[in-house]
């Protein structure tokens, strides 16, 4: 007898998410990076302010110039229509413009250096709310009687990424006076509007969670139904119905 196999659905098999298809973990990441960056905007903002140009635009420069030399150190043949000594010169260049831009503050005391770094972690924010609310259609589209929370985590952390983005979170910090100087005003803000985010992002886990855990019931109880119903034999095994028999012929000719 001929061994059984199960297919998955549509006869594929099935396949891993990826970091970049995996919601779980990308909130995860999110929110962690978040937290971190909350809690060292609110507790050391003036090493933040003094060094963080530095620190990252030497670790820039640093991985450009390792490019470089590893372009040079390849055999002509086999780095021939690589990118490595472009992609050096590129990092190598922006890495001492970081460094250079950390030494000019504005008014409020936020060099060029952390202005593009607030500016990207606003726009990180962001796409981290666009996911957050295409995790909220998803559990939209399959029913989930709480998806309607995920509006409540996903818009307020995609306005609150574009708003520091544009830079109008830390101008509202300035504004609002709430620090001994502008300075310090402006990071409490940002630090504040991190925090809240990572708090977002495991609202939304949280939701995920449960929505999967309710998937995974639904499907032990379909599977439990599907073992249960009588197997419908098929093919060579299948009963035969048989034609019912002819009457007997009689012969009505007269001997």
């Known amino acids: 007898m001929a061994k059984k196999t199960t297919e998955p659905d549509n006869g594929q098999s099935a396949k891993k998410t990826g970091i970049v298809t995996n919601p779980i973990r990308n909130l995860a990441v999110t929110?962690?990076?978040?937290?971190?960056?909350?809690?060292?905007?609110?507790?050391?903002p003036y090493f933040v302010r003094d060094y963080a140009g530095y620190?990252?635009?030497?670790?820039?420069?640093?991985?450009?110039?390792?490019?470089?030399?590893?372009?040079?150190?390849?055999k002509p043949v086999s780095g021939i229509y690589r990118s490595e000594f472009a992609a050096g010169i590129v990092?190598?260049?922006?890495?001492?413009?970081?460094?250079?831009?950390?030494f000019r503050p504005d008014a409020a005391?936020?060099?060029?250096?952390?202005?593009?770094?607030?500016?990207?972690?606003g726009l990180l924010m962001a796409v981290d709310g666009v996911l957050k609310l295409q995790y909220t259609l998803d559990m939209a589209r399959m029913h989930f009687d709480a998806w309607w929370v995920?509006?409540?985590?996903?818009l307020p952390g995609l306005g609150l990424g574009v708003l520091t983005a544009a830079g109008l979170?830390?101008?509202?910090?300035?504004?609002?006076?709430?620090?001994?100087?502008?300075?310090?005003?402006?990071?409490?803000?940002?630090?504040v509007a991190f925090i809240v985010n990572a708090v977002l992002d495991v609202i939304t886990l949280s939701l995920i969670a449960v929505r999967?855990?309710?998937?995974?019931?639904?499907?032990?109880?379909?599977?439990?139904?599907?073992?249960?119903?009588?197997?419908?034999?098929?093919?060579?095994?299948?009963?035969?119905?048989?034609?019912?028999?002819?009457?007997p012929e009689t012969n009505s000719r007269n001997d």
């Not at 962690?32 to 909350?38: E, M, N, Q, R």
């Not at 005391?109 to 972690?121: C, F």
């Open 31 to 44: 929110a962690a990076l978040c937290l971190i960056l909350g809690v060292v905007f609110l507790a050391v």
């Open 55 to 74: 620190v990252i635009g030497g670790l820039v420069s640093a991985i450009g110039l390792a490019y470089i030399i590893i372009y040079f150190l390849r």
């Open 91 to 102: 990092m190598l260049t922006a890495g001492i413009y970081v460094v250079v831009a950390s």
């Open 109 to 121: 005391g936020i060099s060029i250096t952390l202005r593009l770094i607030v500016t990207a972690l």
């Open 150 to 154: 995920g509006l409540f985590t996903s």
């Open 169 to 191: 979170v830390d101008d509202f910090g300035v504004r609002i006076h709430i620090g001994s100087d502008a300075f310090l005003s402006a990071m409490l803000v940002l630090g």
């Open 212 to 247: 999967n855990r309710a998937a995974s019931k639904e499907a032990a109880a379909a599977a439990a139904a599907a073992a249960a119903a009588p197997e419908q034999p098929a093919g060579p095994y299948a009963p035969t119905v048989s034609a019912p028999a002819a009457a």
